[in-house]
């Protein structure tokens, strides 16, 4: 078990700006692959953002240009810069892990069910 927890969020107007940031008990594992998802009040849950244990990274197509995942190992913790914010990006925001297999490339991890650890959320709210 990889306790997350995620921080970060609040209410910002349109065109707006927030970091979220998951914390993790191991601050020296690279063995996870990471990721950020979303979900909206009667939608399902949907990936972001996901970063490898080299740190490359991809974005869904609808943040592409306005997020950044990154992670600084040694601090444990992983962000999600979130500029230029929509009001169809309001949601609840999760991070996510799952344990790095050598023939799995955690880039191709995209799906809910792809992740095993997960945080409990923190609520990002778009409007004006």
């Known amino acids: 078990q990889v306790p997350l927890a995620e921080s970060g969020g609040g209410s910002v107007q349109p065109g707006g700006s927030l970091r979220l940031s998951c914390t993790t008990s191991a601050y020296s594992d690279r063995t996870h692959c990471m990721a950020w998802f979303r979900q909206a009040p009667g939608k399902e849950r949907e990936g972001v953002a996901f970063?490898?244990?080299?740190?490359?990274?991809n974005v869904a197509a609808s943040v592409k240009g306005r997020f950044t995942i990154s992670r600084d190992n040694a601090k444990g913790t992983l962000y999600l810069q979130m500029n230029n914010l929509k009001p169809e990006d309001a949601a609840m925001y999760y991070c996510?892990?799952?344990?790095?297999?050598?023939?799995?490339?955690?880039?191709?991890?995209?799906?809910?069910?792809?992740?095993?650890?997960w945080g409990q959320g923190t609520q990002v709210s778009v409007s004006s």
């Open positions: 996510a892990a799952v344990i790095r297999l050598q023939w799995v490339a955690c880039l191709s991890l995209t799906r809910q069910n792809d992740y095993t650890y």
């Open positions: 970063i490898d244990t080299l740190d490359d990274t």
